[in-house]
């Protein structure tokens, strides 16, 4: 019977996607109003979630020098690792009503994923369910961020609730290392910003046995947490400004997960690959440049790169030389809006992968016309 238990806690195929985002864990509650932040009376521009106990709090901060109030104020609220709500906008008039209008519904966390908004063009958010020792969890989360991402951390706002009773030691553990393959991973323009940050909320009311050692319970969680993180990261790097295509590096075969995480962010960052993608080039050499320009030592010998879509893949590089191509295919597979590209190191069994966006007029436009 032990034994049994044991694999069935190895086993994160339970993770199901639910609805709900912010409120889909018991306890907690969100509202987004607007404020008079935005000149727009019909954005929503104040949010908070909140729970009715106190929480574990983490929370991953921008590595820009120059720090916003914001990051500030957060570092010494967060300085004994609890809280009980987040609020996000610093102007606090017409609190009260965001308080006692607060909901857990569906269309809280949707009011609240919308209040974050800035120049995004649509609401990110998602929530997973599991079980651990026979007790469902729940974990949610929102984000914003269409524009200066480039995470160190951060370039975005990521709000992440769970019941989970998880101690709040591994919960910063979690998070911390959890960065380092998501947000971390995708870049829409180079820019980092001064004011961005995760936060994750715990509040325990899921009653499971609490998580305070690095075992199987953990392991799934770290799952659920990764799921929620990678589906926000891919989503911000999607709506990049202007972008109308998703691009997945995945690096593969290679020595070390430095060297793999450092070529994947190079290519994804190239501004010549990124224009080459919206311009529907199957631009070998650029892909190929950016993994060169990296401080990773490989040998190009063994490299290979493959690009796909939903339309079909395509084999552009190998063993350090380009290949001869259908144009007409390859324009077919760049007409998708989710393009991946697969960089076979041929060197070791690392991987990592990483998520960005095209480069298009409008992003120029928007950047160019934009007043803060």
Not at 154 to 165: P, V
Request: proline content about 1%.
């Amino acid at each position: 019977m032990k034994n049994d238990n044991k694999k069935k806690n190895n086993n994160t195929n339970n993770i199901k996607e639910i609805k709900g985002g912010v409120c889909a864990a018991k306890g907690f509650f969100a509202n987004g109003i607007y404020s008079g932040i935005k000149k727009k009376k019909t954005s929503k521009d104040l949010a908070i979630i909140y729970s009715d106990s106190l929480c574990a709090a983490a929370a991953v901060y921008t590595q820009n020098k120059v720090c916003g109030a914001n990051i500030i104020v957060s570092k010494e609220n967060l300085k004994n690792g609890k809280a009980k709500a987040i609020i996000c906008n610093p102007i606090l008039k017409n609190i009260k009503p965001l308080i006692d209008n607060a909901k857990n519904s569906k269309e809280a966390s949707k009011n609240t994923a919308n209040a974050i908004m800035t120049t995004d063009t649509f609401i990110k958010e998602i929530s997973f369910s599991f079980e651990i020792d026979g007790k469902e969890i729940k974990i949610g989360g929102i984000a914003k961020g269409s524009g200066m991402i480039n995470p160190n951390m951060a370039t975005l706002l990521a709000f992440i609730t769970t019941d989970a009773n998880i101690s709040q030691k591994l919960l910063q553990k979690a998070l911390r290392e959890d960065v380092k393959n998501t947000y971390n991973m995708i870049s829409v323009d180079g820019d980092t910003s001064t004011n961005d940050m995760i936060v994750v909320l715990s509040n325990g009311e899921a009653k499971n046995k609490i998580i305070d050692k690095e075992n199987d319970n953990y392991k799934i969680f770290c799952k659920a947490l990764n799921m929620v993180n990678t589906y926000l990261s891919k989503a911000i790097a999607k709506d990049g400004e202007g972008a109308t295509k998703l691009i997945e590096c995945e690096v593969i075969n290679a020595k070390d997960i430095e060297t793999a995480r450092k070529i994947a962010k190079s290519v994804i960052s190239s501004s010549l690959l990124k224009a080459a993608i919206f311009g529907c080039d199957m631009n070998w050499g650029r892909i190929a440049c950016a993994i060169g320009y990296t401080n990773c030592k490989f040998d190009i010998n063994k490299v290979s790169i493959n690009v796909s879509s939903k339309f079909g893949d395509m084999d552009v590089f190998k063993n350090g030389y380009g290949l001869k191509f259908d144009e007409n295919k390859a324009l077919k597979i760049l007409k998708e809006d989710e393009i991946k590209i697969t960089i076979n190191m041929n060197s070791g069994n690392k991987k990592s992968t990483a998520w960005g966006c095209d480069l298009t007029y409008d992003y120029v436009k928007i950047n160019g016309s934009y007043r803060s």
